[in-house]
C-alpha cells in the first residue's frame, strides 16, 4: 500500500464541497466518515517526550471515496454522531453537560452558528477561552484558538502530536501563545536593529500584535481537492485602540487554517485599510515536537549555503554569517538565527524517523515567506522544555513586505509530516549514531579495566 505521506500535494485546486458562513439561513451537511473522529474531539493524553510518529501515519484509516453515497458510507463506518447515539443512546452536546463540560453563552452561540457536525467544533478549551477544533476523516484534528488566533495542538491519526505544548500549564492568553504556531505582525523577534523589525515610533512587543488581539470566525467548511475532503476555517482581525496606541497603521488579517491528513495549510491575508503604504514583517513560528533536542538523529534540514543573522551569539549588535555545506543543521546552546532568503525546501528531522517539512507554496506573484528562523531558548533559560521542541519560524523577516492602501498581500505556508524511517539517509545517520554510542559506552571505565586486564593476560 503505498504511503499516503509520500503522494505528491495537489496544490491550489481546492474547489468547495461545504462551507459555513455567518448566515442563519445557511444549511450544510459535513460529515466524517472515521470512527477515529470521536476520541480525538478530545485532548488526548500528552506526554514530556511528544512522539511524532509511532509508525506509519499510512496506516490510519484511508480516506472514504467522496463519490460514495451516504447509505454506502454507512455500510464501511460510523459518523461521530451516529456512534454517540448508536452507542451511547446520547449527541454530543448532551454527553458535554453530563460530564461537566459547560460552554460559555459566547461559545454556544458561535458553535451554533459555525459548528460542522463531525468536522468543525467550537468549544471552550485552556482558561476558557473559545476554540475551534478542525477534524479530518482520517483521526487527525487541530484546535484554533481565537485569542491570538494560536494554532495550538495538532495531532495526527495514529496519535502522533506534531507541536509541542508544555503538561500542566495553566494557560491564559499570553502562555498560550507562547507554544504551537503562532502569527508575527507586524514584526518579528525583539526588534531593534535586528531584522523582523517595521518602521515604528515605538518598540512592538515580541513578535508583534496579532498575538495579543482578539481574532473572530468568518468562515468554516469542508473542501475537497480530488483526494478526500478536508475542514478548514477562516478567522479575521482588524487594528483597533490597543494596537494603533503601539503602531499607528490601519490593516485587516484573514487567516485560513485547512486540515488534511498529514498537513496543515495555512494562508495568511494581509489588508492596508489605511491611507499609507503599510511595512511589516510576518511570519509563523512553530514549535514542533521531538524526541530529543540534544540527540544526533534531531536535525534541521534544508539550510546549507545560507547567509544568516546570529542574535544570540552576538546580541548587542547581530553579525552576518555564512552557513557551511552540511546537509543538517543541529542546536548545541541557545539559539537565535535567521536565514535570509532560503528558498530551498526546509523542515526538521524530529528523531522518530519522521521529518516535518515547512515550505512557502504562496503565489509567484506574492512576496513570499523566503526566510527561515530557528529557536531555542536552551537549558539557561528553559530547562524544563527545551529539549522536546525544535522552534523553526517561516516568513517574510529580513525583507519587509509593503503593501499599498486598499491593496492586500497573501502569503501560503504547508507543514507536511513525511515518514522517511527507511530512506537512506536516514539509515546512514542511525547507523553513524549507533557506532557513536558504541564509542562512548567503551570508554567507560569498567571497559577500561576489561581492557587492561586482558592486556595483561596476554
Not at 515604528?200 to 473572530?216: F, H, I, N, V, Y
Request: glycine content about 8%.
Amino acid at each position: 500500500m503505498q504511503s499516503i505521506l509520500n503522494r505528491k500535494p495537489r496544490l491550489h485546486s481546492h474547489h468547495i464541497a461545504h462551507q459555513r458562513v455567518p448566515s442563519p439561513s445557511t444549511k450544510l451537511s459535513g460529515r466524517c466518515t472515521s470512527q477515529l473522529c470521536g476520541p480525538v474531539c478530545s485532548r488526548v493524553p500528552r506526554r514530556r517526550r511528544n512522539k511524532i510518529c509511532f509508525g506509519s501515519v499510512a496506516q490510519a484509516s484511508k480516506t472514504t471515496d467522496s463519490n460514495l453515497d451516504h447509505d454506502n458510507a454507512r455500510d464501511k463506518v460510523n459518523p461521530i454522531r451516529d456512534i454517540l447515539q448508536d452507542d451511547a443512546g446520547i449527541g454530543v452536546h448532551e454527553l458535554s453537560r453530563d460530564i461537566g463540560i459547560t460552554d460559555s453563552t459566547e461559545t454556544l452561540a458561535l458553535s451554533k452558528e459555525f459548528s460542522i457536525p463531525g468536522c468543525v467544533r467550537i468549544t471552550d478549551g485552556h482558561g476558557g477561552m473559545p476554540k475551534v477544533t478542525l477534524i479530518h476523516q482520517s483521526g487527525s484534528f487541530c484546535e484554533v484558538y481565537l485569542d491570538g488566533g494560536n494554532i495550538h495542538t495538532w495531532v495526527l491519526a495514529n496519535g502522533g502530536e506534531v507541536f509541542y505544548a508544555p503538561d500542566g500549564t495553566s494557560y491564559n492568553r499570553q502562555t498560550l501563545n507562547n507554544w504551537g504556531t503562532s502569527l508575527c505582525f507586524p514584526q518579528f523577534g525583539e526588534g531593534g536593529e535586528r531584522p523582523g523589525t517595521p518602521p515604528s515610533e515605538q518598540l512592538l512587543p515580541r513578535d508583534g500584535l496579532a498575538k495579543m488581539l482578539k481574532w473572530t470566525i468568518s468562515q468554516t467548511g469542508v473542501k475537497d481537492d480530488g483526494n478526500g475532503e478536508f475542514p478548514y476555517v477562516t478567522i479575521e482581525v482588524c487594528d483597533t485602540d490597543t494596537s494603533r496606541a503601539l503602531w499607528d497603521k490601519h490593516f485587516y488579517l484573514s487567516m485560513q487554517v485547512y486540515l488534511q491528513h498529514d498537513a496543515l495549510e495555512i494562508s495568511v491575508s494581509v489588508k492596508n485599510t489605511g491611507m499609507q503604504q503599510l511595512e511589516f514583517a510576518a511570519a509563523l513560528k512553530s514549535h514542533l515536537a521531538v524526541t530529543d533536542i540534544e540527540a544526533p538523529q534531531t536535525n534541521f534540514i534544508g539550510l546549507k549555503n545560507c547567509v544568516y543573522v546570529d542574535n544570540a551569539m552576538h546580541a548587542a549588535k547581530s553579525r552576518v554569517r555564512y552557513s557551511d555545506t552540511s546537509d543538517s543543521c543541529r542546536l548545541y546552546g541557545a539559539t537565535d538565527r535567521v536565514f535570509l532568503s532560503s528558498k530551498s525546501e526546509t523542515g526538521v528531522e524530529v528523531g522518530t524517523g519522521c521529518t516535518v517539512f515547512v515550505r512557502d507554496i504562496s503565489s509567484e506573484d506574492e512576496h513570499g515567506y523566503h526566510d527561515r528562523a530557528l529557536f531555542n531558548e536552551w537549558k539557561e533559560s528553559d530547562a524544563e522544555n527545551y529539549r522536546w521542541y525544535a522552534g523553526i519560524a517561516i516568513g517574510a523577516i529580513g525583507k519587509l513586505i509593503k503593501v499599498d492602501p486598499g491593496l492586500t498581500h497573501t502569503g501560503v505556508v504547508r507543514l507536511e509530516v513525511h515518514d522517511l524511517s527507511h530512506g537512506a539517509e536516514t539509515v546512514r545517520r542511525k547507523s553513524k549514531y549507533d557506532r557513536v554510542s558504541l564509542q562512548d559506552i567503551t570508554k567507560r571505565t569498567s571497559f577500561a579495566f576489561r581492557e587492561e586486564g586482558l592486556s595483561e593476560l596476554q
